[in-house]
Nanobody
Framework: VQLQACGGGLVQAGDSLRVSCAAS????????MGWFRQAPGKEREFVSA????????YYADSVKGRFTISRDNAKNTVYLQMNSLKPEDTAAYYC????????????????????WGQGTLVTVSS
């Protein structure tokens, strides 16, 4: 599966932004989808994941209550709605397709994801 992320941009602290990730192929609904991010000079980190049906979601503590992950299997697209953005949210955001099993320990691990998008840059100014 090929993934194409978009929707990043420059916003001010407190603003909202939605990034999207479109997948090619007819097996999108077979994958747990995840969002990760990588800030300059830092390691890539887990942000959120959603199960194949969309019924289960998990968030990193740093974004819980501010970010919402969703998916539309008919459109082969996963979204990340980001509200109350902070300067520390500045990063390149990557979508990934991976584990068929949705468990907290599994979805947080990058090596569980076999397919990655190219990243979309989100910059939050103070």
């Amino acid at each position: 599966v090929q993934l194409q992320a978009c929707g990043g941009g420059l916003v001010q602290a407190g603003d909202s932004l939605r990034v999207s990730c479109a997948a090619s192929g007819r097996t999108f609904s077979s994958y747990t989808m995840g969002w990760f991010r990588q800030a300059p000079g830092k390691e890539r980190e887990f942000v959120s994941a959603i199960s194949r049906s969309g019924g289960s979601k998990y968030y990193a503590d740093s974004v819980k209550g501010r970010f919402t992950i969703s998916r539309d299997n008919a459109k082969n697209t996963v979204y990340l709605q980001m509200n109350s953005l902070k300067p520390e949210d500045t990063a390149a955001y990557y979508c990934a397709a991976g584990p068929t099993k949705f468990s907290i320990g599994t979805v947080m691990r990058m090596n569980e994801y076999g397919y990655w998008g190219q990243g979309t840059l989100v910059t939050v100014s103070s």
